[in-house]
């Protein structure tokens, strides 16, 4: 990239923030790590530059850039890029870290990340929202390169300011039937949403919900007043047999909820496939290890808008050869609209097996066929 570009377009790079301590502590030292990831298809990437905003204000992070240290880690393949370097540089109010591989150019792929870990952060005093901006240069097929770009938010909270374990009390419910939520919080203005219209909660760090009657997160949000620091922790309830929600229904005669299933190709192990759903249905599946080798496991994330609403990842462990092998069965209920991600960990003989059920019509898409591109 020659001089300043302005980021354009979807990143083809996805990002994971992650922060110790966890919300930022104003006027503390901090680590932060970022893990850069590719999607079911590599993406060529030629440099990755994150630019931190450097100051005093709630806007800012730090007023001591001088102090911060990069470390970059994976990307060490000739593929990848024969390993990444990151030099710094502190234009006035930024401190800028380019990365960039050995070989020029490198792909990132979903199992081969890179970790990026800043840290020595003095974070300055004044809490708010500083953000981390970052502009990638990359390139789907590796022939056609453009600047793209996101930024992901960074909370200042006071000293000691503590928010966390947010779990209701069972993760599965019957229909109509309400959970109780509850979380660790120092003094906030937390806000509950949960597809509905936002509440405020209590400060105690509890809060029942009204009857469910489908799957549903839930995002609880805390706030310090007068501030825009800003932390959201999610959960996910199941619901069992969950309402049917339509404008207009009319029916005369059998009336069948459930389409015709589609059997889905098992997944590669190391290999993440994503699948688009044209509808709501079931994602119905299965794993069982081989006997006698290492165990196997599935992961699946379902994705709203490239933000994951919940994942959950299931095992099997057929190593006892003592004993009959078994299988490990799963079922997720997967929105219209939303990204499913299969990922895989084992052999290749060991027995993966994934079934769509939509309700109504609509087979899962791969992500490509159905017209957005893959990072």
């Known amino acids: 990239m020659s001089g ?18 966890d919300p930022f502590q104003a006027g503390g ?4 790590r970022l893990t ?30 001088g102090s911060l240290t990069v470390a970059v880690t994976g990307g060490e393949s000739e593929e990848q890029g024969g390993g990444w370097t990151a030099t710094a540089t ?25 970790t990026v870990t800043l840290g020595q952060i003095r974070v300055n005093t004044a809490t708010g929202t500083a953000r981390l ?35 209701p009390d069972r993760i599965h419910v019957k229909n109509g039937e309400c959970v109780t939520l509850t979380w660790r919080g120092s003094p906030a203005t937390y806000t509950m949403d949960w597809g509905r219209r936002p509440v405020e909660v209590t400060t105690e760090g ?63 192990p190391g290999t993440p496939v994503r ?20 165990p196997a496991t599935l992961r699946i994330t379902v994705m709203a808008d490239g933000t994951a609403v919940y994942g959950q990842q299931f095992a099997s462990d057929n190593q006892d050869t003592s004993r009959l092998p078994s299988e490990t069965p799963f079922h997720l209920p997967v929105g219209r ?26 087979l899962l898409q791969p992500e490509q066929a159905a017209g957005r591109e893959s990072g």
């Open 337 to 362: 609209g939303h990204t499913v991600v299969v990922t895989a960990a084992g052999a290749e003989d060991d027995d993966f097996g994934l079934t769509w059920m939509p309700y109504g019509t609509g």
């Open 36 to 65: 850069v990831r590719g999607g079911t298809r590599p993406a060529h990437c030629r440099q990755i530059v994150l630019a931190l905003p450097t100051g005093a204000g709630p806007g800012e992070l730090t007023a001591a850039p």
């Open 4 to 21: 300043p570009q302005a980021p354009g377009g979807d990143t083809l790079l996805s990002y994971a923030l992650e922060t110790d301590p």
């Open 133 to 167: 901006r970052i502009t990638e240069e990359t390139s789907a097929d590796g022939t056609v390169w453009e600047p793209r770009g996101t930024d992901l938010a960074l909370a200042k909270f006071p000293d000691g300011f503590v928010f966390g374990d947010l779990r």
């Open 206 to 268: 509890t809060w029942t919900s009204p009857p469910l009657h489908d799957t549903t997160v839930f995002r609880l949000a805390a706030r310090l007043p007068g501030s825009t620091a800003e932390r959201v922790l999610t959960t996910l309830v199941t619901v069992a047999r969950p309402h049917l929600r339509v404008a207009d229904l009319e029916a005369a005669g059998q009336v069948r909820m459930l389409g015709t299933g589609q059997r889905l190709g098992a997944p590669v």
């Open 90 to 114: 502190t234009p006035p109010g930024e401190a800028v870290f380019t990365l960039t591989p050995a070989r020029g150019r490198g792909w990132l792929a979903g199992v081969t990340p890179l």
């Open 29 to 32: 030292t901090a680590t932060l």
């Open 275 to 294: 699948y688009t759903a044209p509808t709501d249905g079931l994602l119905l599946g299965h794993v069982r290890a081989r006997t006698g080798r290492p």
